[in-house]
């Protein structure tokens, strides 16, 4: 089955600086990949997505990236905010339901 | 708004009792699901359900069972509750298809299992 590998596990960035968070996928056959944000006590929520049809994609400070032949994916966060410190999660989905994520990426904003 | 609703924000069990953990989801998405999530472990697949009554393991499915009569809701067993099922559970949804993909979360089950 399909396994996503996410790298760091911790990562603090002075504010104003930018952030990357990179996870690699198992199975070939992935062909959608998400990012979520949990805030502490919070439920994941998604941030952004990308399909396997594309290489890049942004959403104001946030942009990820895809690289199919490698097998792997990367989350671009810009100019970060104290607001953007939670932790981060990668996942891959293949053609059938089944959504796994990675280890999860607790980023720290300092101000 | 897409709502994913979990029955209990905390339970505390003892171990070997049969638990049950309820998910509801109010916007007639086919798929659902059941994470457990632990320190530095990430979120990681229990069961989930891709339509009534149909079911698949996921990557940690011992000790769990689940159960989807109805297409709104999604149940996760514990037939006898161990403390090393002491973890955060979160349920989820989402549409099938070519376009979809988004998976919306419930606010969390805290399981401690003493």
């Known amino acids: 089955g399909e396994n996503v590998e996410q790298h760091p596990s911790t990562l603090s960035v002075q504010e104003g600086d930018s952030a990357v968070i990179k996870c690699t996928y198992s199975d070939s056959a992935s062909n959608y990949f998400p990012w979520y944000k949990q805030e502490l006590g919070k439920r994941p929520q998604l941030i952004i997505d990308i399909r396997s049809n594309v290489g890049e994609k942004k959403d104001q400070r946030i942009a990820v990236t895809l690289n199919k032949t490698a097998k792997h994916f990367s989350l671009h966060i810009t100019e970060t905010q104290p607001e953007d410190s939670a932790v981060y999660f990668c996942?891959?989905?293949?053609?059938?339901?089944?959504?796994?994520f990675g280890g999860g990426t607790r980023v720290l904003v300092k101000p | 708004d897409v709502k994913v609703t979990q029955s209990s924000r905390y339970l505390v069990k003892r171990t070997g009792e049969k638990v049950f953990l309820e998910c509801v989801q109010d916007m007639d998405h086919e798929n659902m699901f059941w994470y457990r999530q632990d320190p530095g472990l990430g979120l990681r697949l229990i069961y989930f359900?891709?339509?009534?009554?149909?079911?698949e393991k996921g990557d940690i499915p011992e000790g769990y069972s689940v159960s989807r009569e109805k297409k709104e809701r999604f149940s996760l067993i514990l037939e006898s509750a161990s403390t090393n099922q002491t973890s955060m559970y979160l349920c989820?949804?989402?549409?099938?298809?070519?376009?979809?993909?988004?998976?919306?979360f419930g606010q969390g089950t805290r399981l401690t299992v003493v």
């Open positions: 359900s891709y339509d009534v009554k149909m079911k």
């Open positions: 989820a949804s989402s549409l099938v298809g070519q376009g979809a993909g988004e998976a919306f």
């Open positions: 996942a891959a989905k293949a053609a059938g339901n089944k959504l796994t």
